[in-house]
């Protein structure tokens, strides 16, 4: 069985991006999904902290301390982008005006609930950013995860343990051995990793799975 | 005639302060402070310091995130002046001075989504009382808040959050406090404008009346009550 690298599944993301889409990608796996966007799409990035149209990461030298993603690195900003403050960024997503939102998580519930923001630990500082605004907000929401802890457990459940982001959100699930649907009768699994069977998936993964007839 | 052009001079507005430590003279000691600024962008770090130096304790602040590094908020949180924060994402590779202020229970936190932070402050600007928000719906920084059903989604009741003071950055101001900005150095800087009493701005560049396009102007001077030019090296140009 071949499991996805980093890149990979973040090419599988970015396959999944419709010209035309407005997407926010989450701070860390998924912005990696910008390197990754397919040729010829015309795809408008969203950052919390106030930009759309986000270009490629500048050449050394190039960076400017004023132009910045939300997970405070150096960006560019696209022909026709454009720059707004705070609370008119987070009614374009709380307002439903965002296509895809890209989120990382720690578990994801079979009813689709996210939790990505708090591993509840008593000494665990908790760091939330627009992660809860972006679960309710976009229009779909895709997560990009891990299938299995280190420990080898699997981060899909049946009820979250750690504290939700948001309850009933995520649209799809990538991880390096599957990409999963959410839906309301269950998770549909519309792909595997090479090389490994839906059993093979279905046991590692703990929660009822359903084989997708169509491919997506 | 000259005793009215005499007051017309008495009443000329200028908001124009000479330096930091004068436009931040009057913070006193348990005030709610709201600081601009998403990481170091727009982060207005000659204002900071110059808060530092005051001495005003006991603060509330209101940013996004808990301080970087040893520097701007940081620095201010380490000097001990803040008994609480709210903000939206504390945790940070470098959030050294907070991580070690928050286990130790120096320093209290109110974590506040990102787009509810915005929202909150927002609604302050606006007399706005409250407002409902899907955001945190069922989860933990829901709990205890007023919920309600409208149309087929549920709300959390959220209150604003109003300020004595806002410190922001700006990239250029005239002497009325009209402001423009530079790129995402802009993030929470005009909402905060809005929603404290007394707005102070540091800016990079002060230019007369009339100078500014005013199809550019992104903060109306009726939000500023005291600007400070700050002299910063050349940002490189992207």
Redesign the interface.
Known sequence: MKKLDRNQMAARVARDIPDGSIVNLGIGLPTLVADHMPKGREIILH?????LGIGPR?APG???????NAG?EPV??LTGGS?????D??AM??GRHLDFCVLGAFQVSVAGDLANW?TGGT?A?????????LA??AKKVLVMMEHLTKKGESKIVERCTY?????RCVNRIYTDLAVIDVKPDGLHVVETAEGLSFEELQRLTGVPLKRMLTAA | MRQCSAIIFALVIDKLFPTAAAALADIPNGATVMIGG?????MPAALIDALIAQGARDLTIVN?NAGNGDAGLAALLKAKRVKKILC?????AD?WH??GL??SGELELE??????L??R??AAGAGVGGFY?????????AEGKETRRIGDRDYVLEFPIHADYALIKADRADRWGNLT???????????MASAARCTVVQVRETVQLGALDPEMV?TPGIFVKRVVKIATPM????
Do not use: C, W
Not at chain 1, 83 to 87: E, I, L, R, T
Not at chain 1, 125 to 133: L, R, T
């Open positions: 950052s919390e902290n106030g930009v500048p190039e960076e400017d301390e004023d132009l910045i405070k560019t900003l720059y707004f403050h705070h609370a960024s987070f997503i709380r708090h000494d500082i908790p760091a939330v950013g627009g992660a809860m605004d309710v907000g504290p939700l982001t948001g309850a | 998403f990481g170091n962008a727009g996004n939206s994402f504390p945790r940070q959030s907070f991580d928050y286990r974590l506040v989504p990102q787009g509810t915005a929202e402050i927002r928000t899907p955001t945190a719906f069922g989860t933990k920084l900005y530079r790129k995402t150095a802009r993030n929470f800087a005009p909402i992104v940002q490189k140009a992207a």
